[in-house]
């Protein structure tokens, strides 16, 4: 059954603009400016968060954080495959499938550029559904990037990504160019 898809009038519009420019922007204020009575402007607010228009997400903004983030294109023949090994991943924010030559697209945040190279070379290069990777840092944004982020870790017996990688025997590691894997308890960074 397709998801009902609801349609946002001028109001609606207004409400969104006026919460995105000041989330903490009380209901009271907005009533006043867009004309509405408050309980209206509440049940507006209501039913767009029960539809998913609007949510509230607590992040951090990582290139405050001196985190680099990585947009990672990749052209695969199994995109669901590509989205699933790293749905776990410390190191992954988000990940879509898009049109294009590439069909996925990864966002990585680490802290140092070498070890999201190495999660590329090691975790996603090797694998047959693979076709072109293209790694690139994201250097700066034009609006606040916040990120919604996870900065405690639960220790795993095996890789995430299901691959029999682990980083005691990973040359990249051995060679100080990846500060290893949180979850794997062999991580060597600072920032979980």
Request: proline share 5%.
């Amino acid at each position: 059954m397709a998801e009902r898809i609801h349609r946002l009038d001028e109001k609606d519009r207004e409400i969104l603009t006026l919460l995105s420019e000041d989330p903490e922007i009380p209901q009271e204020q907005i009533a006043e400016i867009i004309n509405l009575s408050q309980p209206s402007v509440a049940m507006r607010i209501k039913k767009l968060r029960e539809t998913g228009i609007f949510q509230k997400i607590y992040g951090v903004n990582p290139l405050k954080m001196g985190l680099h983030v990585a947009k990672v294109e990749v052209s695969t023949t199994n995109s669901a495959k590509i989205l699933e090994i790293f749905q776990n991943c410390p190191y992954f924010f988000n990940g879509f499938t898009v049109s294009g030559k590439s069909n996925v697209l990864l966002l990585l945040i680490g802290e140092d550029i070498a070890t999201l190279e190495a999660i590329v070379e090691c975790h996603l290069g090797p694998l047959e559904e693979v076709k072109n990777i293209e790694f690139n840092i994201i250097i700066s944004a034009s609006k606040e990037l916040i990120l919604p982020y996870q900065m405690k870790i639960n220790i795993i017996d095996r890789p995430f990504c299901g691959l029999d990688i682990d980083c005691a025997s990973c040359k990249n590691y051995l060679e100080k160019k990846c500060l290893g894997c949180p979850m794997m308890g062999e991580y060597k960074g600072k920032m979980w």
